[in-house]
């Protein structure tokens, strides 16, 4: 089981961009898919975007295609989620998850690999 720390969250204001980390230990990284959700006050934890394991295959939520770009660095055992064109509706806990098996999504059900969350504040 990976350990995972997520960085990079922060207050921008809409139209800006951040670039969120998740930083994970242990050396088999590169045989895990890797997922970013996020969950804002009072609702449930909802789908971002994933890669596979080799980074060939990348999935996003309709509400930030176009604008969320998922990438990784298997050297650094650091996969990133590059935000541009941040709207007031993308504000929420920022998480990643990893799993050997399947690329995660769009449920966020059934993982055991969590990080703690970076706070995203877009300001309209």
């Known amino acids: 089981q990976v350990q995972l720390v997520e960085s990079g969250g922060g207050l921008v204001q809409a139209g800006g961009s951040l670039r969120l980390s998740c930083a994970a230990s242990g050396r088999t990284f590169s045989s895990y898919h890797v997922g970013w959700f996020r969950q804002a006050p009072g609702k449930e934890r909802e789908f971002v975007a994933a890669t596979s394991s080799s980074g060939g295959i990348t999935r996003y939520a309709d509400s930030v295609k176009g604008r969320f770009t998922i990438s990784r660095d298997n050297t650094k055992n650091t996969v990133y989620l590059q935000m541009n064109s941040l709207k007031a509706e993308d504000t929420a806990v920022y998480y990643c998850?990893?799993?050997?098996?399947?690329?995660?999504?769009?449920?966020?059900?059934?993982?055991?690999?969590w990080g703690q969350g970076t706070q995203v504040t877009v300001s309209s």
């Open positions: 998850t990893a799993d050997q098996y399947r690329v995660p999504g769009p449920s966020p059900r059934g993982y055991t690999s």
